[in-house]
């Protein structure tokens, strides 16, 4: 089978090329600066090592009851209430969680863009699925017609894009009026956690082999600090480095005021792994504070429907103004 699949054509505003022997769609137009380049280079790079690791079920078992509780909704419910829904995941990296949603109604159209180089091994592993397309192109540019989608999920992918404003501009003109938007961006942190997150987007002097080891050893070290204590325990406030009083454990305590030390015993050792060298690999990372990402949504024409704020992140889910 190497025919286009049926209606994806209809979606674009814009000649885009397709590879017959990936199955996958691709906008040769895309404008890459250096910056972008360098992210496409290190998240490729991480997709690759997932595509190798074990426990990838457990891996999207935990995905899917954290997007639950990022969104206030499943994404079961968000997709199946009703079908022919046209949805966009923005950012799919390596399409498994595209691949996922589009099981749960085939009657409803998905598609999973990204730029990792490694999007071709689901495209092709996917081929005969007829209401999953996979496109290589840029979020915030993208060769899609205006408003033909009900539903665009940019799930932990926002911050990562050269610029945000732009991007949400991009989601709105493709979603049709009253249309919703799920998306997700780090959450400004302790001064202590905000320099040393710094120091490795901003350095250019490690190498992907010394990040990975590096957060195979932070794993260790969450995994210890956990084995130590799961006592919760009150720490102190330290105002002048924008620590707050709080109960913890020792492990989160860690964790959130001072480096990425993430460990999950249900998703395992491999897979936290890459949860940490996904954090100290990209160029572009930017943080907020809640008040001026909801006045970012605002002012680029969405409805906040549902907020959630945890120390690392702020997600919303929006519905575009009419």
């Not at 010394?210 to 084995?227: A, D, H, I, R, V």
Request: proline share 2%; hydrophobic share 30%.
């Amino acid at each position: 089978m190497n025919k286009i699949k049926k209606t994806s054509l209809d979606f674009f505003e814009k000649k885009t090329s397709y590879n017959k022997r990936t199955f996958l769609f691709e906008d040769r137009s895309i404008d890459k600066n250096k910056l972008t380049a360098s992210n496409i280079s290190k998240f490729s790079n991480k997709w690759k090592k997932f595509y190798t690791t074990k426990n990838r079920e457990n891996y999207d078992i935990f995905q899917e009851k954290w997007f639950r509780s990022l969104y206030g909704i499943s994404r079961k419910k968000l997709l199946s209430t009703r079908g022919n829904l046209n949805v966009l995941d923005a950012g799919c990296g390596g399409g498994d969680k595209t691949h996922e949603m589009a099981k749960i109604n085939d009657k409803n159209n998905l598609w999973g863009v990204d730029l990792s180089h490694e999007l071709e091994v689901k495209s092709l592993e996917t081929k005969n699925q007829q209401n999953l397309n996979y496109l290589r192109a840029d979020i915030s540019n993208l060769p899609f017609k205006k408003n033909i989608f009900d539903i665009i999920i940019c799930d932990q992918v926002l911050h990562h894009t050269f610029s945000p404003k732009k991007t949400l501009k991009e989601f709105k003109r493709l979603l049709r009026p009253k249309g919703t938007l799920l998306t997700y961006v780090y959450r400004k942190k302790s001064l202590p956690r905000e320099l040393l997150d710094q120091h490795f987007i901003d350095s250019k002097a490690y190498s992907h082999s010394e990040l990975f080891e590096m957060s195979k050893q932070l794993t260790k070290l969450g995994k210890t600090l956990e084995e130590f204590s799961n006592e919760k325990i009150w720490f102190p406030e330290i105002p002048i480095l924008g620590i707050k009083r709080q109960k913890k454990t020792m492990q989160r305590f860690i964790y959130d005021n001072f480096i990425k030390c993430f460990y999950n015993e249900d998703i395992g050792i491999e897979q936290s792994n890459i949860v940490n060298f996904d954090w100290y690999i990209p160029d572009i990372a930017y943080r907020y504070d809640e008040n001026t990402f909801f006045e970012l949504c605002k002012n680029t024409g969405f409805k906040i429907i549902y907020k959630h704020i945890e120390n690392s992140c702020i997600s919303v889910r929006l519905e575009r103004n009419p």
